[in-house]
């Protein structure tokens, strides 16, 4: 087993990202799970695509690792519901496949895969590719949140803008009438 670095979530444990790993085999389930939250991430498990929405829709997931293949309903439709789904939508995804399974990998990218994960593949490189996506994630919510923010902001502006010339508008009404009555006394 090789040393894990320490994470940059050690500190605040309760702050650290969660990962939901997805995957139908219990061993290798339990394998992804302990290398994973050895990495410094709090970790949620399901062993299908019904139990991994139920859970991503229970807790607060910061991103999806999950198998390609699996019985009834694989990562490819998992992917496809996780981007149809407007609350979760921006969630990053890995889909982990076998090394010869191009096709899969191409399909799992049409329906917003953000990687593909071939096997056999090294748990350091994994966790490196986790906390890059997490950190970009993390930029993308807080661009979306300033942005309605703005928008927001923009309304409220818009609408005290409209109330102002309305104001003005009866000001200029108000100014004619006294005008006018000035004029016939």
């Known amino acids: 087993m ?5 994470s940059p979530f050690d500190s605040a444990r309760d ?3 969660r990962i939901l790993v997805v995957q139908p085999d219990q061993t290798y389930l339990g394998v992804l799970s302990r290398r994973i939250g050895e990495g410094g991430y709090r970790v949620a498990t399901a062993d299908s695509v019904a139990s991994a929405m139920a859970e991503l829709h229970r807790l607060p997931i910061d991103l999806i690792l ?13 992917a496809r519901m996780v981007r149809e789904d407007p609350i979760h939508r921006h969630t990053p995804i890995f889909l982990i496949t076998g090394k010869s399974d191009a096709e899969g990998a191409v399909q799992a990218y049409k329906c917003g895969a953000d990687t593909v994960i071939a096997k056999p593949f090294d748990f350091d490189v994994l966790l490196a590719r986790i906390a890059r996506e997490i950190d970009r994630s993390r930029s993308l919510n807080k661009l979306l949140h300033d942005n309605a923010t703005l928008d927001a902001r923009v ?20 100014l004619r009438r006294l005008q006018q009555a000035v004029r016939q006394d």
């Open 2 to 6: 090789t040393p894990t670095t320490a």
């Open 15 to 17: 702050e650290a990202p």
């Open 66 to 78: 999950s198998e390609l293949r699996m019985p009834k309903i694989g990562g490819i439709e998992l």
């Open 155 to 174: 309304v409220g502006r818009a609408i005290e803008l409209g109330e102002m010339r309305e104001r003005w508008l009866e000001s200029q009404a108000e």
